[in-house]
Structures are given as structure tokens and as C-alpha cells.
């Protein structure tokens, strides 16, 4: 259970810095530790030195975020003026900070490239990217992937994104800190589907024309016996042609069309983008993370946009329309997904 907030901020912020003064100090007991337990394996798939790095890079930035949001909630008069739009843009500014200091690090660390496969744009388009708010429609799969695509938002088409997340992430101070002054929702995970359906038009209703709404219609990482059980809910419920469509995609689970389409009717304005990414699909667990990380992670994304004139308006056709889109990203993931890495 999620500890209130005032616990949150004097527990688990407090602890951050501890632990990040502890990982200091203790580093290299830690190199020592992690060498040992992979020394049966050939030096460069030796992944734990690259982990211990990687988690001691993130405490780091951690600890310097929340001292950065303390900052900022002093300079706002003790939070009294957070919600004003001074404020909240350099909030964006902190998160795409934070963001792009752990691509940084990912970079250098696991040698991460990511390749994005986008529209060419013609000058009418470029002169247009921000007049519009856009809804980004995106697969869910593999570590870090919503990371990516927030950083990317931010840093490469300056958007300002919202999202809906699962309460629990909060346990994440510098998370919970910076995403709960910006317009964004927690959600618990018994949320029925009307009240994570009901955040999502709230976030989405009053977007403004550099805003950008990011939901994952999947509802959580593909995993092979969730989309079994996702098609076997299908089947349930009387859904047989969305079920009989699902069994024939083969690297996602079958798409929730509600948070999408209420998403869509609150602001009939924004533009819809899909996005399809693949690299890093087989490292589900913390498990496969340490026996299957890649010598490089290499991720291939695509997106594609939907101008609102061209959305779909009757829901029927909303929810074929969506299947159509996550037919067209399973298949692309076919084409350009890696060989499984091999268990090591």
C-alpha cells in the first residue's frame, strides 16, 4: 500500500540521498561482488560492473533532481505559485534534464542507439508541429521504453507530455515529486477502467496546442501468457472478432480502445501518433535484464501521425480503426525485431 504523501517526501526523498552516499562509499565492494558472480562469463557480457554504473549514475541524478525540485518549491514560495505556467515549464525543463543525463549515461554505459523511422516532414508540416496537441499511441514493451519516448517528446519535438501512471511508481521519489506538479495522474492498481478512462479525459481535455498525451493502450508490457490471457478475455466478453484479430498479432496484446477513444472525444483537435519500438522486448524481468543485456542496446522506433480530420468519430470504427494501427505495428516489429539473445 502507498505510504500518504507527507511520508513519502519525509521518508522516501531523505533515503534517496542516503542510499546515494552509501552507493558512494561502498562502490567498490559492490564492482567486487558483481565481478565475482559473472565470472563465468566472457568479459564483454560481464553485465553487472555496466548495472552497478548505471544505478549508481540514476541514485546520483536522483538525489540531484529532488534537491533541484526543493529548489524550485522554495523559489515558488513554498509551492504557493507551482501551478503557475513559470513554474511548470521549468519543471519540464528539470524532467528533460534528468532525461537526457540517463540517456547520457545509457549511451555510454550499454552503448544504447536509437533509431527512429519518422515521416519526412515538408516545410508546411515543420511550420504546423506545434499548432495542434497530439495524442501518442504507443506499444509497451521492454526496460525503459516510456522513459525513451518521454524523453524524446521533450528533447527532439518539444512537446510537453502528460500521462497516466500506476500509483505505485510514486515509491519513486524524484517521480513522485516533479510528476505530481505537472498535469499527469497517479492511478492505484484496482482503478476500475471508468476512473483511469475518466483521468484520461481529464488530461486530455484541455490540452494545449504544444501538449502531448501519452497512453499506452496495452495496458502493461507485453509479456506472451499476458496476451493469452488478454485474447481469453476477449473471448469472454462476446468480443470474437477483436479476439480472432489478437491471435494473429504476435508481439503485442490487444489494444484497450477505451483510455484511446475517450481520450480522442475529449479533445477532437489533437492529432493521433503511433508509435512502434523493438530492440529490447526480451528482457521482461529483472532476470533476463542480468542474464540477457545486450553487449550494445540497439532500439529501432517508428511513428506515424493521424491528422484529426482522418480519426475515426463513430466508436465502432474507432475501435477497428485502432486495431488496424496495432496490426501495422506488429507487423513492422516482424520485420525489424532482433534474434532472440541467446541465455547465457
Known sequence: MLPPRFIRRLVLAPLVLVLTVVAVITLPIWLVVVTAASLR?????????????????????????????????????????????????????????????????????????????????????????????????????????????????????????????????QFDPSLDVVINRLPNA?????????????????????????????????????????????ILRLQQKGLTEEAARARKMHYLLPPHPGGAIAAIDACPAADVVFVAHTGLDDLITLG?????????AEIKAKWWRVQAADVPRDREAQTRWLFDQWEEIDAWIAENRPAPAART
Open 41 to 169: 562469463l566472457p568479459v564483454p557480457q560481464r553485465r553487472g560492473t555496466r548495472l552497478v554504473w548505471f544505478a549508481l549514475a540514476w541514485l546520483t541524478l536522483e538525489s540531484m533532481a529532488l534537491v533541484a525540485s526543493l529548489g524550485l518549491w522554495v523559489a515558488a514560495g513554498l509551492g504557493g505559485r507551482l501551478n503557475k505556467d513559470e513554474y511548470q515549464e521549468r519543471h519540464y525543463d528539470l524532467i528533460q534534464w534528468f532525461l537526457s543525463k540517463v540517456y547520457t549515461v545509457a549511451v555510454r554505459i550499454f552503448h544504447l542507439s536509437v533509431e527512429i523511422d519518422e515521416p519526412t516532414p515538408t516545410s508546411d508540416e515543420i511550420s504546423r508541429r506545434l499548432t495542434r496537441p497530439v495524442i501518442v499511441l504507443s506499444r509497451h514493451a521492454g526496460p525503459g521504453d516510456s522513459f525513451l519516448l518521454i524523453y524524446h517528446l521533450l528533447a527532439r519535438y518539444g512537446r510537453r507530455p502528460r500521462i497516466v501512471m500506476k500509483a505505485a511508481l
Open 288 to 296: 533476463d535484464v542480468w542474464r540477457r543485456l545486450p553487449v550494445r
Open 186 to 230: 497517479f492511478v492505484p492498481r484496482k482503478t476500475a477502467e471508468s476512473g483511469i478512462i475518466a483521468e484520461i479525459s481529464r488530461l486530455s481535455s484541455d490540452m494545449d496546442a504544444d501538449d502531448a498525451l501519452v497512453i499506452f493502450p496495452e495496458g502493461g508490457n507485453f509479456t506472451p501468457k499476458r496476451r493469452w490471457r488478454a
